[in-house]
């Protein structure tokens, strides 16, 4: 009998290496499950990974899927440092478009060039207040927040679909759960004329930046970092648990919020019922692949857009089920996981 055993030094070189693994083991159970269903190996493989990148508006949508997943997975990486575990950022994104929209509705018609910067603000608070629950709820009830988040992801979408189904419907909309189109100063601005690449990239950057120096530079990353791996240690220092779990919920729930404002603003352009192809939950895969490093999420979210893409391509080219996104997203997730688990522990043989 083989039980697991906890090595003293886990290798880092390993655990770099170990998206490499799962990528590649990903491809191989990925063959499989093409031929399985009957469909030529590499065929499906070039219509999945190369045929959306043969084009210049492939690349500009790569870029337009990243970027949500790329934000939200930044936020993520700060609780997920500290084993502060938000698996309800696809609400806050939800919450937060509603937030924005609800900015843009109301001021329909209006050409002031505060509209953008208020629904951009209102996002963020928006995501930041549905962050805000689940972090009350843990100091407060001792609520696990994995379960909270994840709970009121559902609630989100329950109050998504009574708002464009009722008070906020297009009432020329021909009876469709969707909002009015948004005026153009509401909008970001396009900058690729052909391509939906638009301003809303910006506010990708802007976070990939701040959490690069916040993860180099910043006390409180410190924190997070002894609470996440050393929690006896941290109480011992003085720091305080609670700070860390609403400075972590709050601040993923904020980037998830203006992920929600850069889809209702941009590719989408209102509010519906389809503002988010799960790009909340896929972001948590971004962030581990990513091993919680800045940069290291912004090559991981590329990588998930790819497979966004490559899912829609095979739905056309091969008529495969559009189910295969999350089949390959999910085999990823698995594999990455499977990876950690030996690198943080060995197999021992007991009598």
């Given at each position: ?118 629904m951009i603000l209102a996002g963020a608070?928006?995501g930041g207040l549905w962050g805000a ?57 396009i900058l690729l004329e052909g391509s ?156």
């Amino acid at each position: 009998m083989h039980l697991l055993e906890p090595r003293a030094r886990p290798s880092r070189l390993m655990r770099w290496t170990a998206p490499l693994i799962a990528i590649v083991a990903t491809l191989l159970a990925g063959s499989l499950l093409f031929w399985s269903l009957g469909k030529p190996v590499l065929e499906s493989f070039e219509v999945f990974f190369i045929q959306p990148m043969t084009s210049s508006y492939g690349w500009s949508e790569l870029l337009i899927k990243a970027c949500p997943l790329i934000l939200i997975a930044e936020g993520l990486a700060i609780g997920f440092k500290a084993r502060i575990y938000n698996i309800g950022a696809e609400g806050q994104l939800i919450i937060g478009a509603l937030a924005g929209g609800g900015v843009a509705i109301y001021m329909d018609g209006s050409d002031s060039a505060w509209v953008m910067p208020a629904m951009i603000l209102a996002g963020a608070i928006g995501g930041g207040l549905w962050g805000a629950l689940p972090a009350l709820l843990r100091t407060r009830f001792n609520a696990q927040e994995t379960l909270t988040t994840l709970m009121l992801s559902y609630v989100a979408s329950f109050i998504l679909s009574f708002m464009v189904s009722g008070p906020w419907r297009d009432p020329e909309g021909m009876n469709f759960p969707q909002s009015i189109m948004f005026g153009d100063n509401a909008l970001f601005a396009i900058l690729l004329e052909g391509s939906r690449v638009n301003t809303s990239i910006y506010l990708t950057g802007a976070a990939v930046l701040a959490f690069w120096l916040f993860n180099a530079r910043s006390f409180m990353h410190f924190q997070l970092e002894v609470g996440g791996h050393a929690p006896a240690a941290s109480r011992y220092a003085g720091f305080s648990s609670h700070q860390t779990v609403w400075f972590s919920l709050v601040v993923s729930g904020i980037t998830a919020g203006l992920a929600g404002v850069g889809e209702i603003a941009g590719p989408v352009g209102q509010l519906n019922l389809n503002i988010s192809p799960g790009y909340g939950f896929a972001a948590i895969i971004v962030a581990y692949l990513g091993r919680l490093h800045a940069l290291g999420i912004v090559l991981a979210g590329l990588l998930m857009a790819l497979i966004y893409l490559g899912g829609e391509a095979a739905q056309v080219s091969l008529q495969m089920p559009f189910a295969i996104t999350g089949i390959f997203q999910g085999m990823l997730l698995f594999f990455l996981l499977g990876s950690d688990v030996f690198i943080d522990n060995r197999l021992r043989r007991s009598a």
